[in-house]
């Protein structure tokens, strides 16, 4: 199993197509074969061959690269928000992008009752790779969260009771009627 380093970076690599000078060469020979070939099945095979480098099989590697994404972002400590915006600069596709980043996805019409509702670990784990100060309205606002507040407050209430988010007291910058929110953050 390729780890999540080799997983994205396979993946960038399919999309980009060739690569190197070594690529392109082998590219370059196998379109001078093709050119001299004159038996029909061995051209088949060539011209494979050559549509598998000019228009290389990304699926294959797509599986990988949405599975383990987001171990690579925690990592290397990127920011899920900025890690799309830059994949989709390199060209990922939406659908892929939809399925690595369910919590970062666009806002669909349906509204949320009419999604499954996300489980606490579901929340857990879109909260913890948020990297600045929140609120649970934050969250709750986040495209493609579908868990209740209540489920929301209960994750973030767990992931400080363990540790991993600090809870930093009420929003300074508030303003308006009303109690302030409370701002929870990275350790």
């Known amino acids: 199993m390729a780890s999540a380093e080799e997983a994205v970076s396979n993946y960038l690599k399919a999309l980009a197509g060739i690569q190197s000078a070594e690529d392109q060469a082998t590219l370059d020979n196998l379109k001078a074969d093709l050119e001299n070939e004159t038996d029909p099945m061995k051209r088949v095979v060539l011209r494979t061959e050559i549509e598998q480098y000019e228009n290389p099989d990304t699926s294959r590697y797509a599986g990988a690269f949405i599975g383990k994404v987001n171990e690579w972002l ?12 830059a994949f989709k600069a390199e060209g990922v596709p939406q659908d892929v992008l939809d399925r690595a980043f369910p919590d970062q996805a666009k806002a669909t019409t349906k509204s949320k009752s009419s999604s499954p509702r996300q489980s606490r670990e579901d929340v857990k784990s879109i909260v913890e790779t948020l990297g600045s100060d929140f609120t649970i309205t934050d969250v709750e606002d986040l495209p493609g969260v579908t868990a209740s507040r209540a489920t929301i407050t209960a994750a973030v209430n767990e992931l400080v009771k363990a540790g991993k988010l600090k809870d930093k007291g009420e929003d300074p910058n508030h303003e308006g009627r009303g109690r ?3 701002l929870y953050g990275p350790k």
């Open 74 to 85: 925690k990592h290397k400590d990127i920011s899920r928000t900025h890690a799309v915006a």
């Open 180 to 182: 302030a929110a409370t």
